[in-house]
């Protein structure tokens, strides 16, 4: 069930062309709510809405928003193209229509049609998006001229305008294109699954790089199969059927509370031991003696060095980062507090361009 209530929008916070952040009465007290433009349409001051509450009566991780299902004074608009007949977020309420690479009508449909390998692209995969800023700053360091696109899957957060992190990295010019596949929306190309966005991040995109990470907002269940990122599996053998080459980030924390998370992640390991049927690269960061021979241990009872290919790099992370940034952060810890993880981003981001 959707949690709905009625809302007066009292204040507009921020805008751009994809997301208007407002600030509604609700219930006789001022919350925040998320309008995506091109779902709603535009909103102003005074607007009657209806939205989704789900979020914040829950105390889930999105930043603590409301999302504006409806617009009673903005009741009726067109779609801005006739092209395009993909739709998604299918059967819903809220489907929308798209214009993707693979339809006729594309522009790019002769350019991929037939295509179906990606000739040695390089893939970086990550499990959670906040390893998408560090990888691409550090990739960036390194090689100011290469071509990124960011293929954003559709396992956690499906709109690509929710992420500020995107935004920033677009407006940075550190990020060239972005992809949507599946249900995910909003990005500069869409694609109808994963395998046509490596495609278009090949031949569309003309992409170096491209890096594969879900947005924001993934799943954990404390079970050993129920968690977003065990997509990773399939990723690394969606890109080895294309005859790409993937290269893993691996989850690895030692400031992380929770045992299962402790050294290379639970999910890390599932996805490299039970899930992928065929090899990556993964990339490791040469750590204190104590907690290099932790991960060895894990390496060794999961079997994952006699399938996959596993690199240890001397990486330089803590020199390359913009530890101000605002966005360097996962699960709420910045570099200073969680060093490893965002040593593991550096070690598979370096091995990606070695290799």
């Not at 999105?62 to 739709?87: A, K, M, Q, R, V």
């Not at 993707?100 to 692209?121: M, W």
């Not at 920033?168 to 550190?174: E, F, S, V, Y």
């Not at 991040?201 to 129920?226: E, F, N, Q, R, W």
Request: aromatic share 8%.
């Amino acid at each position: 069930m959707i949690r709905k209530r009625l809302a007066v929008v009292r204040e507009i916070l921020e805008f751009d062309n994809d997301v208007t952040e407002v600030a509604i009465e609700v219930e006789h007290e001022l919350q925040k709510a998320i309008n995506y433009n091109s779902i709603t349409g535009q909103i102003n001051v005074g607007d009657k809405v209806l939205i989704n509450t789900n979020a914040v009566y829950l105390n889930l991780g999105t930043g603590g928003y409301n999302f504006i299902i409806h617009n009673y004074s903005n009741t009726e608009c067109d779609f801005p193209s006739e092209l395009g007949h993909i739709i998604k977020l299918r059967y819903t309420p809220m489907q929308l229509k798209c214009l993707a690479v693979e339809e006729p009508q594309s522009l790019y449909h002769e350019t991929i049609k037939d295509r179906d390998h990606v000739e040695g692209l390089k893939v970086l995969i990550g499990p959670l998006h906040s390893m998408l800023l560090p990888a691409i700053q550090i990739l960036k360091y390194y090689h100011k001229q290469l071509k990124i696109s960011y293929i954003m899957t559709d396992s956690a957060c499906l709109p690509i305008h929710y992420s500020k992190t995107v935004k920033w990295l677009k407006t940075q010019r550190l990020l060239d294109y972005t992809i949507t596949c599946g249900q995910a929306f909003g990005g500069d190309f869409e694609t109808v699954n994963v395998y046509t966005a490596l495609i278009t991040s090949k031949y569309i995109c003309k992409s170096d790089i491209a890096i594969i990470t879900p947005g924001p907002g993934v799943v954990g269940t404390d079970s050993i199969l129920g968690f977003s990122s065990i997509e990773g599996g399939h990723l690394i053998d969606a890109v080895n059927t294309l005859k790409g080459v993937p290269i893993i980030i691996p989850r690895i924390s030692f400031a992380d509370n929770r045992e299962r998370h402790q050294g290379l992640s639970h999910h890390t390991l599932t996805i490299l031991s039970k899930i992928a049927y065929s090899s990556a690269f993964i990339g490791l960061p040469v750590l204190e003696e104590e907690k290099n021979n932790f991960i060895l241990d894990q390496i060794k009872r999961y079997n994952i060095d006699q399938k996959h290919r596993v690199h240890y790099i001397a990486e330089q992370t803590f020199k390359i980062l913009n530890k101000g940034n605002l966005f360097m952060k996962t699960m709420g810890r910045g570099i200073e507090q969680d060093p490893d993880f965002f040593r593991a981003i550096g070690a598979s981001t370096l091995l990606t361009l070695k290799i």
